[in-house]
């Protein structure tokens, strides 16, 4: 079980150009959780699917940023010209239900 | 408002020692969740509650859901228990975090 993963690590980007990230849950978990982390405003959820149907978005900004999961296996989360404000670093979580949480390594996101 | 207040924000402890973090929730919460994340950003799960009380270790960990609160005793505590603990916790939607505490183990 190689747990939740993030692609990519680290991803550099300058101002007004596209970030896309990318979470491939656990095997046969059916929820998946983005969340945002910085220093300023902690952890922060994003959105959640529960059987690759969207859940709950609130706490997505309501525009630039959008979340797809076109099949069990992964999950994108898109930002649209990207400003520095975004930098943060990007937690995916997957679960079998809709509580207990497994978290991948993050994709660290920085807007030039 | 915030529906996951965690405290204390900061709090350093010598080695062998012991106490307890606590989250307090503003509304009914059905279970909790407490990682450490450690100095590389790493989410790890410490324990999931329904109810109850888990220990495993020098941890442990109570749920009461009908006083709204969560703690987590750190108990002879080690230089790599330092780190930020996060509790989150769910009704019927998806975990929200509280803002975690930072820990400090010192020799």
């Known amino acids: 079980n190689a747990g939740v993963i993030q692609t990519p690590r680290h991803k550099v980007t300058g101002k007004g150009q596209e970030a896309t990230l990318w979470c491939e849950p656990i095997?046969?978990?059916?929820?998946v959780f983005w969340y945002r982390q910085t220093i300023v405003q902690g952890l922060e959820f994003l959105t959640y699917?529960?059987?690759?149907?969207?859940?709950?978005d609130s706490g997505m900004p309501k525009e630039r940023f959008s979340a797809q999961m076109p099949n069990q296996s992964h999950s994108t989360l898109k930002i649209q010209s990207t400003q520095p404000q975004d930098s943060a670093v990007y937690l995916c979580?997957?679960?079998?239900?809709?509580?207990?949480?497994?978290f991948g390594p993050g994709t660290r996101l920085t807007v030039l | 408002g915030d529906q996951v207040e965690q405290s204390p924000s900061a709090l350093s402890l010598h080695e062998g020692t012991g106490s307890a973090l606590r989250c307090n929730f503003t509304t009914t919460m059905r279970a909790v969740q407490w990682f450490q994340q450690n100095s590389r950003g790493s989410l790890i799960n410490l324990f999931y509650?329904?109810?109850g009380t888990k220990e495993n270790g020098r941890l442990k960990s109570t749920f009461n859901s009908k006083e709204s609160y969560s703690t987590l005793h750190i108990r002879d505590a080690q230089l790599e228990d330092s780190g930020t603990y996060f509790c989150?916790?769910?009704?019927?939607?998806?975990?929200?975090f509280g803002a975690g505490t930072k820990l400090s183990v010192k020799p």
């Open positions: 699917f529960r059987n690759q149907a969207p859940i709950d």
């Open positions: 509650l329904a109810s």
């Open positions: 989150a916790a769910a009704n019927n939607n998806a975990p929200r």
């Open positions: 979580a997957s679960s079998v239900d809709w509580a207990e949480q497994y």
């Open positions: 095997s046969g978990h059916s929820a």
